[in-house]
């Protein structure tokens, strides 16, 4: 299994024929997404040839060729899509997320970085009364390996399914962890994004994770900035059963500083990550000091698992 992305889901990308829609389509329908259209008002009609060699079976039309619908209801009205991938630039973003929400969509993965705090509020809160999960915004997106990507992740880090699940706020490390562990595998990835407010938490991952038989041990991986590491570990002493790991990036930044990330900044004690470390340490997390370093507690971890369980 896998958490909120299968190889059932139904792919809508919004902004499918700007210069970054186009690319990152090209390679999300190269890692066998079944994108089943574009949105794009302007363009509404025509279809995209990506000329993509390998394509799921059972996609409408030859692999490749991706059609262009005026609304995201009509595409999911003529598709069935359940998920948008939302690559529109920042001031017209907080619209095509309202859109995709009031079109009924189950999972909106928002890519877009630069999204005025005011507006990513509004269209969370937006989301969350209708039932509409966000991913993002400012992230990489999320992937199950060997069945669906959606977003910017490269899948040919951790093209085979494994057992790990993976929750970050930051991209670039998700991709180092995907890489390091490559060879053990993951059953869902998911870059939360690092703005200060997103939709899908740590929590809501921790607690997916928990739920799917096929995710063995979890990594957590936070930064500097806000509590959301601190309520993971709360989450993690109650909730999870399951062996977690975790990283914090941001030992060394300068306090009020923004780092990276727009909610990545230190402003007195809160938000460091010697505070994060400790939180979750508390509650049994070990926390690697390196990337490397949490990899191979994870290779550890899953060792030592599987010890007992042979014994």
Do not use: W
């Not at 210069?19 to 390679?27: A, F, I, L, N, Y």
């Not at 269209?123 to 199950?144: D, M, W």
């Not at 926390?287 to 949490?294: C, D, K, L, R, Y």
Request: proline fraction near 6%; include cysteine.
């Amino acid at each position: 299994m896998a958490i909120f992305l299968t190889k059932e889901s139904k792919v809508l990308v919004q902004g499918m024929t700007g210069g970054e829609g186009m690319k990152h389509t090209r390679r999300m329908l190269a890692a066998g997404t079944d994108i089943v259209g574009g949105v794009n008002p302007r363009k509404a009609g025509r279809t995209v040839d990506f000329d993509v060699p390998h394509g799921p079976e059972g996609r409408g039309g030859a692999p490749g060729i991706v059609p262009v619908f005026g609304s995201v209801s009509e595409g999911m009205a003529a598709t069935g899509a359940d998920v948008t991938v939302v690559f529109v630039p920042p001031p017209f973003a907080k619209a095509a997320v309202i859109e995709a929400v009031d079109a009924g969509i189950a999972l909106a993965v928002v890519i877009t970085e630069g999204i005025p705090v005011h507006d990513a509020v509004a269209f969370q809160a937006y989301a969350r009364e209708r039932g509409t999960r966000i991913v993002g915004p400012n992230c990489p997106g999320l992937i199950s390996p060997g069945q669906s990507n959606a977003g910017i992740i490269p899948a040919d880090i951790a093209a085979e399914p494994g057992r790990i699940g993976l929750v970050s706020k930051s991209g670039t490390l998700t991709y180092q962890l995907m890489y390091e562990l490559r060879e053990t595998g993951f059953s869902s990835a998911v870059g939360i994004g690092g703005d200060p407010v997103v939709g899908t938490t740590h929590i809501d991952c921790l607690a997916a994770f928990e739920d799917d038989p096929d995710t063995e041990l979890i990594v957590l991986i936070g930064e500097i900035g806000g509590d959301a590491e601190e309520r993971a570990a709360a989450y993690i002493a109650e909730r999870v059963t399951k062996p977690v790991i975790g990283y914090i990036a941001g030992f060394t930044a300068p306090e009020g500083k923004t780092m990276g990330h727009a909610g990545a900044i230190v402003s007195g004690s809160s938000g460091t990550a010697e505070a994060k470390k400790k939180a979750l340490e508390a509650v049994g997390v070990r926390v690697g000091s390196t990337p490397s370093e949490t990899a191979r507690l994870v290779l550890d971890r899953l060792a030592a698992s599987r010890d007992v369980t042979h014994n």
